[in-house]
């Protein structure tokens, strides 16, 4: 009888971890950021999501290209993927690193060692 009793422990104790790791992250969802350049202004999406520390989903900016996320990491709130951006008829590797929040992503990027932009996404909420 005992041995049942450890048994069905065992297994209501793995339900419960199964279901806690399965929940989907807070840092899962959509995101947007507002990128200035010059006088313009526009929205680049961020919708993620993640499953234990693996990141997919896509990234798209102002001018409308989207990017499938690639290596995407969220190791405790560190944020790094790559995306392959289209570039004067071929491609460039680009390289965003940052720190996801509950309300709030800022992501950095470079490209060919060189740096671009700082970017901050907040949730959207819809």
Request: proline letters at 2%.
């Amino acid at each position: 009888m005992l041995h049942t009793r450890q048994v069905a422990c065992t297994l209501t104790i793995l339900v419960f971890a199964l279901s806690a790791f399965s929940q989907e992250n807070p840092s899962s969802g959509r995101w947007t950021a507002t990128l200035k350049k010059g006088d313009r202004a526009g929205t680049a999406t961020l919708n993620m999501s993640i499953s234990g520390s693996d990141v997919t989903g896509t990234l798209s900016d102002p001018s409308g290209q989207v990017w499938q996320i690639e290596n995407g990491k969220l190791e405790g709130n560190q944020l790094t993927f790559h995306v392959t951006a289209r570039e004067h008829g071929g491609t460039k590797n680009i390289h965003f690193f940052g720190q996801a929040a509950d309300e709030l992503i800022t992501l950095h990027n470079e490209s060919h060692g060189k740096p671009g932009q700082t970017m901050s996404f907040h949730r959207r909420k819809d």
